[in-house]
């Protein structure tokens, strides 16, 4: 499948995983690789740390947007501001600042379980609505917590019988169901507990939330070294080089290391590919602290995986 | 072998490991459990919310918010661990521990029923944020009581910034304390009420209009049953406090090399300085392993780009590509020293500023920890134990 046809897919893209996984890595790559087919790429960011700031090398998010690279912008949200803009635009600014001074907030978002993340996903829809991008990238919190994030706008329908937050998480709700609108891009390592992490999420947002799932993203897999079964010693007699023994054995150490980390990383993405029938798109473990070379890399081979997917029929 | 997160393992008699999700810290906080329990101590860990293979592991699946104990057949197979050591394990269930207390504190049966069934309590127990790490420190605390044991190992839920649960037991009767709600909890006929009462019973109408009216309900109704049971909230929370700044309870910092875990690690030591209290041990999971001399990065690197220019200028195929495996093998080198070399500066670095009293570095391994050979294994990092 093409970049641009991927892209297009739906306004909005949640990119979500267990925590340092790499979701925010992914979401930088898939922002960069979006906005080189000429769509404008919005980023936001939800939980208020940092990472995703520093991958493109630019100062610390904030609630109004910036420009984060060419045709990508980013901004957080919170919900308490949400809240706040939320009551300002239905005329109850006096009540709304007394809601956050008092503390009441916290008080009724307990009562109110999802509230905060209702807040949260009603802003987001309103960027869909109100076309802030062709793209939208919400950098979500970590799983299981994605879990409840995502199913807050159910839950709030059971709390709340009416008012304006039950409106809200009603459009909340028509958002999340419809492809067309909403996926969901799900982050994982590829290692035993955060795949079987992952496919307890996947399940659990589809039967649960109903919202679609993209393809998984298999983050930081070790590339290939091809050796064709040679040693060191016999490469460095063919090539014909000269290294000492010393040498010899770290080289031939430090690659076993690397052809059995990427054994097992393949091993456990085969078996995610068994347990959940979703494409995926794997990504190549980097070495370097990322920043906006790296991501440009991972956009790369973003691309790469992409355009392996199947396009689906008309 | 670190003797200093040895000696906690043998001494102390709580330990506390924080850190981000994902780094290993359930895994850890087993770890020294076991590690104490080898060197014939009565131990018992808490774990929260622990990957189900390595619950299994510790027969958390029944048994989940009882301590209960784990016969030494299976993380002693051998019979090497010093003799009276005892493991017990448990899977911090919040929702029963925070009903429990309640029922503690309740004056009688009815209270304690108007109480569990309230909505916004059922809310509260289950999803406050903050609650779970408050229940973790109240089960320290009950263990600490009532437990009789000689260690007490509190793994810490994986929140966004790692050190909730010090807010925690402040969060709550923060929360009993709010102004708007004092008012609510007093009786309707004062006077003061009926005074305040015009300013306050405007503001929630015009709350109940966004979220609707049954939730100001549910809240008062409440607050109206808790009456009576803050104090009791209050000094266990003190106590809970004071249990955590023992001279006996120790703090492990658990990590991964990952900058922004790292980060969080920083942060969370700054915090527990501004509290008081100090960090016993940095522990590092999946630090990446170097290998040979690897400190001329540069000169490994320019090898490979000799052998590269070398293969492609080569015209014989056999050469070519043995001069190609070989560039790739340096570049491969070169990689995981610049790698390696990078995460342990920043990471002593990191224990420096931390003031950690150890820092201890636990390999990358090949395979996820869920059983008790491999939970010994990572002993063997961790802390040396007899027979580990």
Redesign the interface.
């Given at each position: 499948m093409e970049m641009e046809r991927f892209c297009a897919g739906s306004r909005v893209m949640i990119v979500a995983g267990?925590?340092?996984?790499g979701k925010t890595t992914t979401t930088a790559a898939l922002a960069v690789a979006a906005a080189r087919t000429g769509a404008s790429v919005l980023i936001v960011e939800v939980?208020?740390?940092s990472?995703l700031a520093t991958c493109f090398g630019a100062p610390p998010l904030e609630y109004s947007e910036a420009e984060l690279g060419p045709g990508v912008r980013g901004r957080t949200l919170t919900p308490d501001r949400a809240l706040l803009e939320y009551?300002e635009d239905r005329g109850?600014r006096r009540?709304s600042k007394?809601?956050v001074r008092?503390?009441?907030l916290?008080?009724?978002a307990?009562?109110?379980?999802g509230?905060k993340d209702i807040l949260v996903l009603g802003k987001v829809k309103q960027l869909e609505q109100g076309g802030a991008a062709d793209l939208i990238l919400i950098d979500a919190?970590?799983a299981g917590h994605a879990v409840?994030f995502l199913m807050s706008a159910r839950g709030l329908l059971d709390?709340?019988?009416?008012?304006?937050?039950?409106t809200q998480a009603e459009g909340v709700i028509a958002m999340l169901s419809d492809p067309a609108r909403c996926r969901v891009l799900l982050v994982t390592l590829p290692?035993?507990?955060?795949v079987?992490?992952l496919i307890d999420t996947a399940y659990n947002l589809e039967d649960r939330v109903g919202v679609q799932l993209g393809p998984v993203v298999v983050n930081a897999m070790p590339a290939d070294?091809?050796?064709?079964g040679?040693s060191?010693a016999?490469?460095?007699a063919?090539?014909?080089?000269q290294?000492s023994a010393?040498?010899i054995?770290?080289?031939?150490?430090?690659?076993a290391?690397?052809l059995?980390?990427r054994a097992?990383a393949q091993e456990q993405a085969n078996r995610l590919a068994d347990r959940l029938p979703l494409p995926q798109l794997r990504l190549p473990f980097v070495?370097g602290?990322i920043g906006p070379l790296e991501v440009d890399q991972l956009a790369d081979a973003l691309v790469d995986a992409v355009a392996a997917l199947p396009t689906p029929g008309p | 072998m670190t003797p200093t997160l040895a000696g906690l393992v043998a001494s102390r008699h709580v330990i506390v490991c924080c850190g981000?999700?994902?780094?290993g810290k359930t895994t850890a906080s087993a770890v020294l459990a076991i590690g104490a329990a080898r060197a014939g101590r009565n131990a018992v860990v808490v774990t929260i919310d622990p990957?189900?293979?390595l619950a299994d592991t510790l027969g958390l699946e029944e048994l989940g918010n009882v301590a209960h104990e784990i016969p030494s057949s299976r993380w002693d197979p051998d019979g090497t661990a010093l003799p009276g050591g005892r493991l017990s394990a448990l899977m911090l269930d919040t929702r029963s521990t925070f009903d429990e207390l309640v029922r503690t504190y309740a004056t009688d049966a009815e209270q304690t029923g108007r109480i569990l069934d309230n909505?916004?309590y059922r809310?509260?127990a289950?999803?406050?944020s903050g609650t779970q790490e408050y229940m973790a420190m109240e089960k320290l605390h009950e263990l600490h009581e009532e437990g009789g044991y000689d260690l007490i190992v509190v793994d810490t839920p994986?929140t966004?910034h790692a050190l909730d649960f010090l807010d925690a037991p402040a969060r709550l009767t923060?929360?009993l304390d709010?102004?708007?709600?004092r008012f609510l909890m007093m009786p309707a006929h004062s006077a003061y009420l009926r005074a305040a009462g015009v300013a306050i019973q405007t503001?929630f109408r015009?709350?109940?209009?966004?979220?609707?009216t049954?939730?100001?309900d549910?809240?008062v109704a409440f607050f109206r049953a808790f009456e009576g049971m803050e104090q009791g909230f209050r000094e266990r929370a003190a106590s809970v406090t004071a249990l955590l700044a023992d001279a006996d309870t120790a703090f492990v910092l658990v990590t991964?090399p990952?900058?922004?875990?790292v980060d969080e690690a920083k942060f969370f030591a700054t915090r527990l300085r501004e509290s008081n209290l100090s960090v016993a041990a940095l522990v590092v999971n999946r630090v990446h392993?170097t290998?040979?001399?690897?400190e001329e990065i540069d000169a490994l690197r320019e090898r490979a780009e000799q052998?590269t220019e070398?293969s492609s200028s080569e015209t014989d195929m056999?050469?070519r590509?043995?001069?190609a495996?070989?560039a790739?093998?340096?570049e491969?080198?070169a990689?995981?020293a610049?790698?390696g070399a990078?995460e342990r500066a920043e990471l002593a670095d990191a224990g420096q500023r931390i003031g950690a009293g150890a820092v201890v570095y636990v390999p990358s391994l090949?395979?996820?920890v869920?059983d008790f050979a491999a939970l010994n294994a990572v002993g063997h990092y961790l802390a040396p134990s007899p027979g580990n």
């Open positions: 267990k925590g340092g996984v939980e208020g740390k990472g009551l109850l009540i007394r809601l008092s503390g009441a916290d008080i009724v307990t009562a109110v379980p509230m919190p970590a409840s709390a709340v019988r009416m008012g304006p937050v039950r290692e035993e507990t955060p079987n992490e070294l091809v050796l064709a040679r060191v016999e490469d460095a063919a090539a014909g080089v290294i010393a040498e054995r770290a080289l031939d150490e430090a690659a290391f690397r059995e980390r097992l070495f602290e | 981000t999700g994902g780094v990957a189900k293979r909505r916004f809310n509260i289950g999803a406050l994986p966004r923060r929360l709010n102004r708007v709600f503001f015009t709350v109940g209009r966004v979220v609707g049954e939730v100001i549910d809240v991964s990952r900058r922004d875990a392993p290998f040979g001399e690897t052998l070398l056999a050469t590509n043995a001069r495996r070989l790739a093998r340096y491969n080198l990689s995981y610049s790698l990078r090949a395979h996820d869920v």
